[in-house]
C-alpha cells in the first residue's frame, strides 16, 4: 500500500502491468466490474469493453496511485452513472467484507488475549461500524438517488427540479468522524493496549485497519474531489435552463 | 514527526539544510523536490507542515504560489533566502530562512513557526498528560459532557476543550469511546465505573 514508486498511468499501458505496480487496482478494477484475469488487454481496451470512459479510469486509478491525473477532457455528468456505479459497489464492499472480517479479527484477538481492556475493543469496533453502517446507508438511500435524479434530470430536462437536500460540508464532516476512530483504534493497537499472545492477529488487524484507511481516503477524495464538483455544475446547469 | 518538503535545486543548499535539521532535536522528514512543477504532485500525497522554497521560483508566479497557500492552509511557507529580493515580495511567506545564518538561529525561527501552529504545540510534543489533562479524561471517560466536567473541577468549558484538544494530540486518539479504553489500559479508571 505504501509504495512510493507508483507509476502514472496511461490508457495504453496493459491493464496487468498496473496491477503488478500496485495489486490494490484490484478493488478500483472490480468495483467498476472488470474482473481478472485481464489477459493482456489495454487499460483503454477495458474501458471500452465495459463501457467505461478511459479518462473517468485514469482518473480514479491515479487516485489509488497518490498521482494526480487532469483528464484530457474534463468530467461531465455523462460520468455520473459510472462514478455511482463504484462508490456502490465499493459500499458493498465495505459494508459485506471488510468490516466484518475486521471484526472477526477482533474477536479472535479478544479470545486470546484475556486482559480486560481488549473486552472493550470489540465494542468499540461495533459501535463504529454501525456509524459507518449508517452514514453509509445515508449516501445510498439519499445521496446517490438525488445524484441519479439530477442525472436523468440533465439529460431529459423536462421534469421538475426537486429540491436541495445535499450538502458537501456535512459530507466532509461524516467522513472526519469515520477516520478518526480508525485512527484511534491504530494508536490503541500500536501504543497502548496491553499485549498476550497475539503478536499474530495484531498485525493482522494493523495491516488490515490501514489498508482500510487507505481505501476510505480514495473513496472520499473520489467524492469530495469528483463526484462533489459535477454535482455542482449540474445543478447549476439545470437552474439556468429552468 | 515534522513534515517538510524543501523546494531547491542546490545540493549544497538542500544537503547543508538537512543536515542542521537532523542536528538539531526537531524531528524532521525532509522531502526534497528539485523543481517547482511537481510540487503539487508531492503536496497532493502527504500533509506537510513547512514548505521551504527558494524564492525565486515563486517571484515569477506569485499568483500560483498564493493558490496553493489557499490549498494547504496549514502549510507553513518559508523563503531560503541566498540572494538579494525586493522585501515588498517576501511578505507572502510565513517565516525566512537566510543563509548566514546560524544553525541556531535556522531553528529557532523554525520552532517559532511551530508554536503559532498551535499554541499548546511545546507541550505537546511530551506524551506524558499532565495532572489537569487527567483529571479531565477520567471524567471523560466515566462518561461525563464537557460542561459537567467543567462544573466538576471548576474550570470553563473552554478549558475543558483545550486540555481535550492537549490530550488527544499526545495520545493521538480523538474520540470519547477511544479515550476510555486508553484510560482503563492506563489505570486511571476501572473497567467498572465507566458508563455504558
Known sequence: MFQTNNIYITSDLKMSDIIFNNPYLLHLA????????VKDKSVKKLCEENDLNPELFLTFANLYNGVKYTPKDPLTHHDILNII???????????????????RTIHQMAEINDHKEMALVPRFFLDYFNEVAEHLEYENKVVHPYVLELYEQRINPTSTRKPQIYSAKE????????????????????????????????????????????DLNIHSQIEELILIPLVSEMESQLNKSK | MINIVLVESSSILTEGLIGILNKSELKCQVTICPS?????????????????????????????????????????????????????NLYLFDGLITISETPDIIISNIKKLLEDTSENDQNALQEVLSNRETDVLKLLATGLANKEIADKLNISTHTV??????????????SVSGLTIYAVVQKLVSIDSISD
Open chain 1, 85 to 103: 456505479k463504484y462508490l456502490k459497489n465499493n459500499h458493498k464492499f465495505y459494508t459485506d467484507e471488510i468490516y466484518p472480517n475486521i471484526l
Open chain 1, 171 to 214: 459530507y466532509q464532516e461524516h467522513h472526519s468522524d469515520i477516520e478518526d476512530k480508525l485512527n484511534d483504534l491504530k494508536n490503541l493497537l500500536i501504543k497502548y493496549l496491553p499485549y498476550k499472545d497475539d503478536q499474530i492477529l495484531r498485525r493482522k488487524l494493523i495491516l488490515k485497519l490501514f489498508d482500510l484507511e487507505n
Open chain 1, 30 to 37: 472490480e468495483h467498476f466490474g472488470m474482473n481478472v484475469p
Open chain 2, 161 to 174: 476543550i483545550s486540555h481535550r484538544k492537549n490530550i488527544s494530540q499526545k495520545t493521538g486518539i480523538k
Open chain 2, 36 to 88: 517547482f512543477d511537481d510540487l503539487e504532485q508531492i503536496l497532493f500525497r502527504k500533509k506537510y507542515d513547512f514548505l521551504i522554497v527558494n524564492p525565486s521560483f515563486i517571484l515569477s508566479n506569485p499568483k500560483y504560489f498564493k493558490t496553493l497557500k489557499s490549498q494547504h492552509n496549514n502549510l507553513k511557507t518559508i523563503g531560503l533566502i541566498y540572494s538579494w529580493y525586493d522585501p515588498k
